[in-house]
């Protein structure tokens, strides 16, 4: 679908990618009061198209990518470029990828059995060597996948097609890994011959995936045009030309999509709804998704270290009017930072629903906030920090609503904009966090790896705990999550997940406001494409084009 005229004038720029992986500030306008949404009518995927297009403008509203390695980045634009030894469907469930067939030789050996029919964007053939590469790739300590691979022994070519890999411990967890950015298939020869600028404008890529891209379609501040891979093993998809660009800006977007200049986009903001609903060029899909707005603390001192704080501070937020007000209407109540798409399709459902359904639902309880706050002993007479990134217009009613709550139970907080540089580096420099209390974000889960993001938060530093700012330590935590990741079957590993649960998710480590739904924006003359949160981790636009 060609388009031009506005696209070429529109505000383009990025934004600071926070919280754990691709987990950026959207705009979002006041509530209009609308209906909330019935979950059983989300929709995960739209019917494959039946026609070719030409060109289909998409706009990635977290802004443009530093780098398109999945080992360094989180962008809807990589899965349909380097695709995954694993394929995550729409639903969160799992099926084989390039790796036809992976199977548990014993509890610590893991062999890969490869496709034949797979070649990279040049016609070079996938081999057992490329897989080695790329799975080596994740356990630099610099890959954003590193966690996954942390109980891996050695990784060894075993055959033409075929690749084992040796752990030191049962691992519950990295199979899924496999079909997120963890088990991205890339080229040695180009990635070696690349060397540190495999990813950029500059070094490119070469992948096996089903749209692939040719030398100067990326232009740094503009766009990223990507090409069909016609020899895609799964079929050349029906869109010929994907084109990328970067409008971050709310209104800007939403004035672009509903007049048909752009075609396409994920994470639309919620304020725009009802200009979404109605007439215009396209439709609002709203499918089911991982995300969830939260804040938690960001210092391990101080009253925002204490979980009695945090606890009062859940009590005193309403949860249905922060849906209305911040996601108008499109989200939902959640107990905790998994929710149940997560795990939905796991082996173990049952138990990890279960556990789920146990907790207490949020409620509102000024009273018991207040004597929380007495009971904690903590000296409250100073204001806190919520720390939130500048001109998120959703982030702003975040804050906005948490300093109301705060007042009405005798907290004072204080509300700190920050530049997405300066808001971005707080996530990996201790320094950046001297003076905050709070830090609100909204983060997503990637792949069905239900114990992975908790562990972010409530684990030792030294055993995957990167955002544990507040130094949380529970031994009986630590214990049961260890046991369910290297748990020799889905039950055990369940069993063991939700007995941490049931410790940590009263603590409050971070204070759920909601879960948000995936939303997208698409043209009326156009269907195919994933539209729940397996986006980040599978090609959703393979099956996209004409209807």
């Not at 899965?79 to 099926?95: A, T, V, Y």
């Not at 986009?265 to 304020?271: E, K, R, T």
């Not at 919520?386 to 907080?413: H, N, R, Y």
């Not at 603590?507 to 043209?523: K, R």
Request: proline share 6%.
């Amino acid at each position: 679908m060609k388009r031009s005229g506005l696209v070429a004038g529109l505000a383009l720029g990025t934004a600071a990618l926070f919280a754990v992986t691709a987990c950026a500030p959207r705009e979002g306008g006041a509530s209009q009061n609308r209906a909330s949404v019935d979950e059983a009518q989300l929709v995960a995927s739209l019917p494959a198209a039946e026609n070719p297009v030409d060109e289909i403008v998409w706009s990635v509203v977290e802004g443009e990518p530093a780098t398109l390695d999945p080992g360094s980045s989180a962008t809807v634009i990589i899965p349909n470029l380097c695709e995954n030894l694993m394929q995550l469907q729409p639903d969160f469930s799992i099926e084989p990828g390039v790796a036809q067939k992976a199977e548990w030789v014993d509890p610590v050996t893991l062999k890969l059995t490869l496709r034949d029919d797979v070649t990279f964007w040049d016609g070079t053939p996938l081999t057992a060597d490329d897989v080695v590469y790329s799975l080596q790739r994740g356990q630099n300590p610099a890959s954003q996948w590193y966690a996954a691979f942390v109980l891996v022994s050695g990784i060894e070519k075993t055959g033409d097609l075929e690749v084992t890999i040796r752990f030191n411990a049962p691992d519950s967890t990295f199979l899924d890994s496999l079909a997120g950015g963890g088990g991205a298939v890339m080229s040695k020869a180009y990635g070696e011959q690349a060397g540190p600028s495999l990813g950029t404008s500059e070094g490119g890529l070469m992948c096996t995936g089903p749209y692939q891209l040719e030398s100067g379609g990326w232009k740094p501040g503009s766009e990223i045009v990507t090409t069909a891979n016609e020899s895609y093993w799964g079929g050349a998809p029906l869109v010929q030309t994907l084109k990328y660009v970067f409008v971050t800006d709310g209104s800007t977007l939403t004035t672009a999509l509903t007049e048909g200049e752009i075609d396409g986009a994920f994470n639309v903001p919620p304020g725009s709804r009802g200009a979404f609903e109605g007439d215009g060029a396209g439709s609002l899909i709203v499918g089911p998704s991982t995300a969830s707005f939260s804040f938690g603390p960001a210092t391990a001192e101080g009253p925002a270290a204490s979980p009695a704080i945090r606890q009062a501070l859940s009590l005193a937020i309403d949860r249905e009017k922060y849906i209305d007000t911040v996601l108008n209407g499109l989200g939902e109540v959640q107990k905790t930072i998994v929710p149940p798409f997560t795990f939905n399709q796991t082996e173990a459902s049952e138990i990890y629903q279960a556990g789920y359904d146990e907790l207490a639902a949020p409620e509102v309880d000024l009273e018991g906030a207040k004597q929380l706050i007495a009971d904690s002993g903590e000296d409250v007479s100073a204001p806190l920090v919520v720390a939130i990134p500048a001109g998120a217009k959703e982030f702003q009613q975040t804050a906005a609503i948490i300093q109301s709550a705060g007042k009405s139970i005798g907290l004072d907080i204080e509300i700190n904009e920050m530049q997405p540089a300066d808001f971005g580096a707080m996530f990996y420099d201790p320094g950046a966090r001297d003076g905050i209390d709070f830090v609100a974000t909204q983060g997503y889960i990637e792949t069905p790896t239900v114990g992975g993001y908790p562990s972010l938060f409530m684990m030792p530093e030294d055993r995957g705990g990167v955002f544990n700012w507040s130094r949380y330590s529970n031994d009986e935590v630590t214990a049961h999550m260890e046991a369910s990741r290297t748990a020799a079957d889905p039950q055990t590993a369940a069993e063991e997940f939700v007995a941490a649960q049931r410790i940590f998710a009263p603590d409050q480590l971070q204070v759920t406001l909601a879960g948000s739904y995936q939303l997208t924006y698409l043209s009326d003359e156009l269907t195919g494409a994933t539209t729940s949160i397996a986006i980040y981790s599978s090609p959703w636009a393979l099956h996209l084009g004409g209807k």
